[in-house]
Nanobody, 123 residues
Framework: QVQLAESGGGLVQSGGSLRLSCAAS????????MGWYRQAPGKERELVAV???????NYADSVKGRFTVSRDYAKTTVDLQMNSLKAEDTAVYYC?????????????????WGQGTQVTVSS
């Protein structure tokens, strides 16, 4: 089992910045991908940014050039630096971790989620 603890959410003015952090605990050695998703009221959960063990990153088109995802293997954390925030960025942000578990003959993939942290951007 993997547990994810998020911090850094809050209220910020349009054009401002926030930095979200997520710390993993439990069976952390099994973690592969880590990243962030978000869900705004009335909308589906969407990918924000994901980073692989090789530090390859994927970003939603709406945040490219403004958000940066990073991870620290020693501290077992993944961060999201959010700059030039817009009202459209208002959402609950969820930390994500993907894990590979089991022997080679029956490898299984698992997904873990944090409890979510609210980010509100005022106009």
């Amino acid at each position: 089992q993997v547990q994810l603890a998020e911090s850094g959410g809050g209220l910020v003015q349009s054009g401002g910045s926030l930095r979200l952090s997520c710390a993993a605990s439990g069976r952390i050695r099994s973690i592969d991908r880590m990243g962030w998703y978000r869900q705004a009221p009335g909308k589906e959960r969407e990918l924000v940014a994901v980073i692989t063990p090789a530090y390859t990153t994927n970003y939603a088109d709406s945040v490219k050039g403004r958000f940066t995802v990073s991870r620290d293997y020693a501290k077992t954390t993944v961060d999201l630096q959010m700059n030039s925030l817009k009202a459209e960025d208002t959402a609950v942000y969820y930390c994500y971790a993907g894990a590979t578990v089991g022997p080679v003959e029956r490898v299984e993939l698992y997904e873990y989620w944090g409890q979510g942290t609210q980010v509100t951007v005022s106009s």
